[in-house]
């Protein structure tokens, strides 16, 4: 990206787009554009043509998404991938008419088959069933992959894609009917904490294997392929280290300071048996992580009890 160029960043509120904002801003780039949801409603396709055309914006980082766990996905089925669908095909398609240089579409480590062999690599897209619990949100993030794919074929667009894994970090939502594991296992033991309790209940069995990437590694890496990477095929963004959800909440315990015992509710569902990426793609171009887990933690709960108390 040329210095003094105008970025978009749509969905800078959210914990993706700000980490971006972060990262731009300590590369030295001020000319960047954010607009709220209420300034612009991304799902009005002639609001977001009207933006374009006005602000003329020369690279866009999509990290514009409705997200949420296992329960959010499974309940709110139709307005995952209608929103997902709608918001990313109104921003590629005026990235198209508004002749962006460069944008950058992230998606999800969801997009892959439920049992794809491990770790996956970017050839596996498509190989297989998804899973079902968040079945609509992986078809929306697909669909914006092939989208890109489709304008740089036709169009010559130079539209890439990045998939992140697991993501926590500042921002992050904890609200515990729609979060993901990481903020909600933060939020469940500092309130265990704070009341006494005895125990804490965790969904599932705690046997499913997740990688976990800091919020600002990934800006990092998002940075990284807007300068670097300009190739069809999409970009795993993973550190290649995985964990069982058990031994997750023990070290989130840990770090939090919860002394109480923790208890798995098998009844309730695990989600994907396995999901590590294979990014070695993306380390092969000089890439990786800097964030240990366990820092990270240290880090996000340091932000939890900012935003929270």
């Not at 890496?221 to 999409?234: H, I, P, R, S, T």
Request: some cysteine; hydrophobic content about 40%.
């Amino acid at each position: 990206m040329e210095s003094g160029g105008k970025i978009f960043v749509a969905g800078h509120r959210g914990m993706v787009g700000a980490a971006i904002v972060r990262k731009l801003q300590s590369e030295g780039h001020q000319n960047i554009i954010t607009r709220t949801s209420k300034e612009l409603d991304l799902r009005n396709q002639a609001a977001v043509n009207d933006f374009f055309a006005k602000e003329q914006p020369e690279y866009v980082f999509v990290a514009a998404a409705k997200v949420g766990g296992i329960l959010a996905n499974n309940t709110y089925r139709a307005e995952f991938l209608y929103d997902n669908l709608i918001i990313e095909t109104n921003l590629i398609h005026a990235a198209y008419t508004a002749k962006v240089k460069k944008m950058l579409f992230l998606g999800s480590s969801c997009i892959y088959p439920k049992l794809a062999p491990q770790p996956l690599k970017e050839e596996y897209l498509l190989t297989g069933l998804l899973e079902e619990t968040n079945e609509p949100y992986a078809i929306a993030k697909i669909a914006g992959i092939k989208l890109c794919e489709a304008y740089r074929d036709q169009y010559g667009c130079n539209f890439i894609s990045g998939m992140p894994t697991n993501l926590y970090g500042q921002g992050d939502n904890y609200n515990l009917q729609n979060s993901h594991v990481i903020p909600a296992l933060l939020r469940k033991f500092h309130e265990a904490k704070k009341s006494g309790s005895a125990f804490t209940e965790i969904w599932g069995s705690g046997s499913p294997l997740r990688e976990f990437m800091f919020v600002d590694d990934l800006a990092d890496a998002c940075f990284f392929l807007m300068q670097e990477y300009n190739d069809k095929l999409f970009v795993n963004i993973g550190t290649g280290e995985e964990i069982t959800i058990k031994d997750l909440a023990l070290l989130v315990k840990e770090v939090v300071g919860y002394t109480g015992e923790i208890k798995f509710d098998a009844t309730k569902p695990d989600g994907t048996p396995r999901k590590l990426m294979d990014s070695s793609r993306l380390h092969a171009m000089g890439w990786k992580h800097s964030t240990s887990l366990r820092d990270g933690l240290t880090k996000a709960y340091g932000y939890f009890k900012e935003e929270n108390e």
